[in-house]
């Protein structure tokens, strides 16, 4: 696979790293603390219970993926140039209040539609309580984004993922039903948002100013109108993975549930190194395109492909070696066949960085209502494959097929996009699905004649080396072409992850 050598080969080094490294710290801290959090509910809590745990949480997520109707990017933009800056802050925060008012109300009408069972209901009604606060905390993030203030977001999250850890170390001590532990975890989210009020807004907001705000309803159905492909695609990049729950309550068994998200709460974190370095990735792309022109975006782009290729190999690689051993010892022995399941699902990892990184190609250059259709198209398979697959075969394992297929065609169909755009070429197109093809292949062969382990270790010590080698050979006038503007990182949760 040719690369074409970029002037911006310093991204790659130091500045984008320095730029991220707050968002990765932070993250890297949330990351355990949940992870700490999930095992201990997964242990003290039976398959049942917390398999309808699970079920509420992907009913709150699933509504609160449209409840902030996509204006966070909007906002970022519009508040630096806003007039009068507090009364558009409050503005649209009261905005997103009624918004999240609103969606509560969709969320207690989805518990009474589709679930009969009274506590699955009570516990969508306790964990929609979150939509509201959600919407008013997301909100105080954007603003933080466009202050350059993100620092207050990170630790104000690394806070409550902690102080979450210390409710699920309550279990414990005394066994608390899943009812009251939800409500106590409500009352965190409380906290939160208090904490973003008083310290994360920097006193942009308060109370008073927030009751007088005036809101236009034409100007919000206009706002909506113009934006409405971003209310699509934040809320399809969720439904893609929450969906899969609900479904495998409804056809499968709790056990599956909860394996189900055991293998997704992996896949959340091997996803946060490249959906947090992409928040970076992304405004420099804009930059390249309107300073620098198509030629070195191009090459760029190219030059990240690379990063992003190897790092879904590294990830996958590493569960099919280690996953078989570390799922049983984190979870228990109930859940010792998960691994299986975890593999297929990392097949996704394989496609997922690079998407994402199209993803953000495409909106750069200003096509995101085509990136729209593309997410509505691959939640389209992933559901029909999985409704069709499941009505002939009752397995997991269908449904983590169908996540891959699904993510499958969303990167064959932005292909075609980039390379109708002449992003990238028909050859670089290839050469990615046969480097991934052929060293997954010789990988899982490999390992079966070998220690996982070793080889592993040795494959990627060769793939170090030949790293190494080819930064070398780039150009060594890359590392002061661009000067890269100091660019903030958002502390992007996990998509879909478990609250």
């Not at 320095?18 to 355990?32: A, D, H, P, R, Y």
């Not at 919407?135 to 630790?155: C, G, H, M, P, Y």
């Not at 990830?315 to 049983?328: I, K």
């Amino acid at each position: 696979m040719k690369i074409i050598p970029s002037k911006i080969l310093s991204l790659f080094t130091n500045n984008l790293f320095k730029n991220s490294s707050w968002g990765i710290v932070s993250q890297g801290f949330q990351t355990l603390f949940t992870s700490l959090f999930f095992v201990i509910i997964a242990r003290q809590y039976s398959t049942v219970t917390f398999a309808n745990y699970i079920v509420a949480s992907s009913v709150y997520q699933l509504v609160a993926a449209f409840s902030g109707m996509g204006l966070g990017q909007w906002f970022i933009r519009e508040v630096v140039q806003a007039s009068d800056r507090s009364g558009f802050i409050n503005r649209f925060l009261k905005m997103q209040v009624y918004f999240g008012v609103a969606f509560y109300l969709g969320n207690l009408l989805l518990a009474y539609l589709f679930y009969s069972d009274g506590f699955v209901r009570l516990l969508i009604i306790v964990f929609g309580v979150n939509i509201i606060f959600d919407n008013i905390i997301n909100a105080i993030r954007s603003l933080n984004v466009a202050d350059f203030e993100q620092k207050k977001t990170f630790l104000i999250l690394t806070l409550e993922a902690f102080l979450r850890l210390l409710v699920a170390c309550l279990l414990f001590v005394y066994p608390l039903s899943v009812v009251t532990f939800s409500v106590i975890l409500i009352g965190v989210r409380f906290i939160t948002l208090n904490l973003f009020l008083r310290y994360g807004s920097a006193n942009q907001v308060n109370l008073t100013s927030l009751w007088q705000s005036r809101i236009n309803r034409r100007d919000v159905s206009a706002l909506l109108l113009a934006n409405w492909p971003f209310i699509i695609i934040g809320g399809v990049s969720i439904i893609n993975w929450r969906i899969a729950a609900i479904i495998i309550a409804k056809a499968l068994t709790a056990a599956d549930v909860a394996t189900y998200e055991i293998s997704f709460k992996l896949f959340s974190i091997a996803q946060i190194l490249p959906i947090i370095i992409s928040t970076t990735v992304f405004p420099l792309l804009v930059k390249l395109l309107t300073n620098e022109g198509p030629e070195q975006f191009r090459a760029f782009y190219r030059q990240a492909h690379l990063y992003y290729l190897l790092f879904g190999l590294l990830a996958y690689t590493f569960v099919y070696t280690f996953v078989d051993g570390l799922l049983p010892l984190a979870f228990g022995a109930k859940y010792a066949l998960a691994g299986g399941y975890t593999k297929q699902m990392f097949l996704t990892i394989l496609v997922f960085p690079t998407v994402l990184l199209q993803a953000n190609v495409l909106v750069a250059l200003k096509l995101e209502k085509q990136d729209m259709w593309l997410n509505i198209g691959a939640l389209l398979v992933n559901v029909l494959t999985c409704l069709v697959g499941l009505y002939y075969v009752q397995s997991l394992a269908i449904v983590n097929y169908s996540i891959f297929a699904s993510f499958l065609v969303f990167r064959l169909l932005q292909d075609v996009l980039l390379v109708r755009r002449k992003i990238t070429s028909i050859g670089h197109v290839l050469g990615f699905y046969a480097i991934t093809s052929l060293a997954v292949g010789a990988f899982i062969g490999l390992s079966t004649v070998a220690p996982g382990p070793l080889v592993f270790s040795v494959g990627w010590g060769v793939c170090l080396l030949w790293l190494l080698k080819y930064r070398r050979q780039l150009d060594p006038k890359a590392e002061a072409a661009v000067q890269l503007v100091p660019v903030g990182t958002g502390a992007s949760p996990a998509i879909g992850e478990t609250p």
